[in-house]
């Protein structure tokens, strides 16, 4: 397993990757290609073998990160694919200065929430109707230990 940045030839197999998961945030190709050029963006990709298994996308605003967007591939799923790509952005947020590191996560995946929960982000609010196709409310969910004990 390896976590490198995104590049433009990564970008079929992550529009593959997103079409078989309805729970992640849903980008289009050119949503994707412009990602890779903002600054300060970050896409990160997880191959297993030859394939990417995974991405995650987040930036930092000041001196706070936010992940935007994570998936796997649903096969791949509870195979540390997930926990490598999140602690691979949060030390980059780490090298940047990040102080805290927030997301938002659909109210009804609770497989995201139980997650994140092990990643130590705590629920912090909520958004009502933040989704749409079905509408659901977002809960808020914020890490302040940016970097955790295991990785620096």
Known sequence: ?????????????????????????????????????QDPLHVLVCWQDEDIAGFISGRRV?????????AVKPEMRRKGIG??????????????????????VRESNTAAIAFYEKMNFLLTGKRPAYYQNPVAAALILVRTEVVSPSTG
């Open 1 to 37: 397993m390896r976590v490198l940045p995104c590049t433009e030839a990564d970008l079929s197999q992550i529009e593959a990757i997103l079409e078989r998961s309805p729970e992640a945030a849903r980008w289009t190709a050119r949503a994707l290609r412009e990602a890779l050029e």
């Open 62 to 70: 000041g001196d706070e990160g936010e992940i935007l967007n994570l």
């Open 83 to 104: 926990q490598a790509l999140v602690e691979a952005l949060l030390e980059i947020f780490a090298k940047d200065r990040v102080v805290q590191v927030f997301l938002e």
